[in-house]
């Protein structure tokens, strides 16, 4: 996809997920904020911040266990790593399933911006394999379409906490920033 088409759908994607928030029954938005719901914050759409990488896929896949924000654990299997670099400093993020029949990956991660310009517990990425690879079977791992999880909208919501494994230290500028209206 050419880069201006790319920015084009993702800037529809966001609109699109705004009005969602703003008038489904299904959004996490609490009834009592919808009034004074506007849209979600993004960094501005960066470039720097999409790669095209293959998955270093491991053979004996762990599984992990993840507490969430209700205190409860779910299981994932560490599937396999993303290495990139962004400022010049190396980044690895690990990419999990629920179930080895599973077609998407889901990378949470915490960065640089965590608790300041982000949600303090982190940010995810889901990628399906029918949108997000390549014709040569590289992933497109995009933090532009880094979203925060529902329990940053509402503690309605039970999320999984970042694995340490997925800090990382450098800031991604890029994708959803914190909840305007946030009262977790």
């Known amino acids: 996809m050419e880069n201006g088409s790319w920015k084009e759908a993702l800037e529809q994607e966001r609109k699109g997920k705004d009005v969602f928030f703003a008038t489904h029954p299904q959004s996490p938005v609490a009834l009592e904020d919808k009034a ?13 911040f999409r790669f095209e990488l293959s998955v270093h896929e491991y053979k004996d896949r762990e599984v992990l266990e993840i507490q969430d924000t209700a205190g409860d ?5 560490r599937w396999g790593k993303f290495k990139f670099r962004i400022d010049n400093e190396e980044c690895a993020l690990q990419a999990y399933k629920s179930s080895p029949d599973e077609d998407q990956l889901f990378i949470p991660f915490k960065d640089g911006t965590s608790a300041k310009e982000t949600y303090g517990a982190g940010r995810y ?32 919501f039970a999320c999984p906490y970042v694995p340490p494994e997925n800090w990382l230290k450098v800031p991604i500028l890029a994708g959803e920033k914190k909840y305007p209206l946030n009262k977790t």
Not at 73 to 77: A, C, F, G, I, S
Not at 126 to 149: C, I, S, V
């Open 36 to 48: 004074m719901f506007t849209g979600l914050a993004y960094f501005p759409v960066n470039l720097d």
């Open 73 to 77: 654990m779910r299981q994932y299997l």
């Open 125 to 156: 990425l889901d990628l399906d394999p029918m949108r997000d690879r390549t014709p040569d079977g590289k992933w497109r791992l995009d933090f532009n379409k880094a979203y925060n999880p529902w329990c940053a909208y509402s503690i309605r």
